[in-house]
């Protein structure tokens, strides 16, 4: 187990792996910000509660605009969370009946993102924004860093919600130690 997250892990941070690298080709830095999405999974532990049964789905959800297409469901496909298959689900406007697993935030003229984050506070969902967003609610923000699609992590706010980001995540935020942006 250790040897699989310290592989996923250098997964990761290095080139993002294999499989990144093939669909990362595919739409620049959105097919890197894809696979990023997939790849979180393993260093974030929800709490039991999260999920309504032992093989229920994992919700991935697009908050907004679909900047991915097809690419988000091409990457995730045959994809777990544990036991958990991840479905990725579009939404349009984001509300408390969602019940997403991981929120990525997007531009949206139906909702602005404030009002996105507001509909999951207080519930275990890992929130992702878009680096084209003014997002200070967002656990993870997608940055650019020397022209590298890089992320930022705020681990108080995800603590808060029930979720546990792994250290190996954590190390690899452009924030030290994964604290405030």
Do not use: N
Not at 49 to 73: H, K, M, N, Q, V
Not at 137 to 160: K, N, P
């Amino acid at each position: 187990m250790l040897l699989l997250c310290i592989a996923s892990s250098q997964a990761l941070a290095h080139d993002h792996g294999r499989r990144g690298h093939d669909h990362a080709g595919e739409r620049g830095p959105y097919g890197i910000k894809a696979d990023y999405l997939a790849k979180f999974t393993p260093f974030v532990t929800w709490p039991e509660s999260a999920f309504e049964g032992p093989t229920s789905p994992f919700r991935l959800c697009i908050g907004g605009y679909d900047p991915f297409g097809r690419l988000i469901d091409r990457v995730t496909l045959g994809r777990r969370v544990g036991e958990h298959p991840i479905v990725v689900v579009r939404l349009q406007a984001v509300t408390k009946a969602a019940e997403c697993h991981m929120l990525f935030v997007s531009a949206s003229r139906a909702q602005p993102p404030s009002q996105m984050f507001a509909a999951v506070a207080g519930y275990p969902v890992l929130t992702v924004a878009d680096e084209t967003l003014e997002a200070p609610e967002a656990m993870i923000q997608f940055v650019t860093v020397e022209g590298r699609v890089r992320f930022d992590i705020r681990s108080d706010a995800a603590q808060a919600q029930g979720l546990t980001l792994s250290s190996k995540l954590q190390s690899l935020s452009v924030s030290p130690r994964g604290g405030p942006r």
